[in-house]
């Protein structure tokens, strides 16, 4: 049973099979936010074309999950180690007390909202509060302190 999901995939990886150069160049643009390198073939153009439509047809956002795949390749070229990923949603509220002021951090998708401002991570947020280097997960309470695990 085809759904009309379904018909508007089949519609749109139909569309970027036919299209031109110019037309992919301008599909790109408008899925990535940015101009596809000078000679980048149109059987790439249309390769990532077609995994944005399909990411589309289920419900995600492509483009958040192309700058997900980038940062890990980056990680992962450059030797760092990846990155751990909190447990919580967009909109989960981190409360902590610090010296008799409550302080509140709202986990967004792209970061965590502090005082109006976004933050990259945690850490920098709890170094901001305290004025000294801290671990953020473990200054939020998200995190075991390995001294208390014995």
Same mark, same amino acid.
């Given at each position: 049973?085809?759904?009309k999901?379904?018909?508007?995939?089949?519609?749109?990886?139909?569309?970027?099979?036919?299209?031109? +150069?110019?037309?992919?160049?301008?599909?790109?643009?408008?899925?990535?936010?940015?101009?596809?390198? @000078? #000679? *980048? /073939?149109?059987?790439?153009?249309?390769?990532?074309?077609?995994?944005?439509?399909?990411?589309?047809?289920?419900?995600?956002?492509?483009?958040? +999950?192309?700058?997900?795949?980038?940062?890990?390749?980056?990680?992962?070229?450059?030797?760092?180690? @990846? #990155? *751990? /990923?909190?447990?919580?949603?967009?909109?989960?509220?981190?409360?902590?007390?610090?010296h008799?002021?409550?302080?509140?951090?709202?986990?967004?998708?792209?970061?965590?909202?502090?005082?109006?401002?976004?933050?990259?991570?945690?850490?920098k947020?709890?170094?901001?509060?305290?004025?000294?280097?801290?671990?953020?997960?473990?200054?939020?309470?998200?995190?075991?302190?390995?001294?208390?695990?014995?």
């Amino acid at each position: 049973m085809e759904t009309k999901r379904t018909r508007a995939l089949t519609h749109s990886l139909q569309a970027i099979e036919s299209a031109s +150069r110019a037309e992919l160049n301008a599909l790109f643009e408008a899925q990535f936010d940015r101009k596809p390198a @000078p #000679r *980048t /073939s149109m059987d790439l153009m249309r390769q990532n074309l077609a995994w944005a439509a399909q990411a589309r047809a289920i419900g995600d956002n492509p483009l958040k +999950r192309r700058q997900q795949f980038i940062r890990a390749l980056d990680r992962q070229v450059n030797g760092k180690k @990846p #990155r *751990t /990923s909190l447990p919580y949603r967009p909109g989960t509220r981190l409360i902590r007390e610090w010296h008799g002021t409550v302080y509140e951090v709202t986990i967004l998708d792209t970061g965590f909202s502090f005082e109006g401002v976004i933050y990259p991570n945690l850490s920098k947020i709890a170094s901001r509060i305290t004025g000294t280097r801290w671990s953020g997960p473990r200054f939020f309470g998200l995190t075991e302190n390995k001294a208390n695990e014995t």
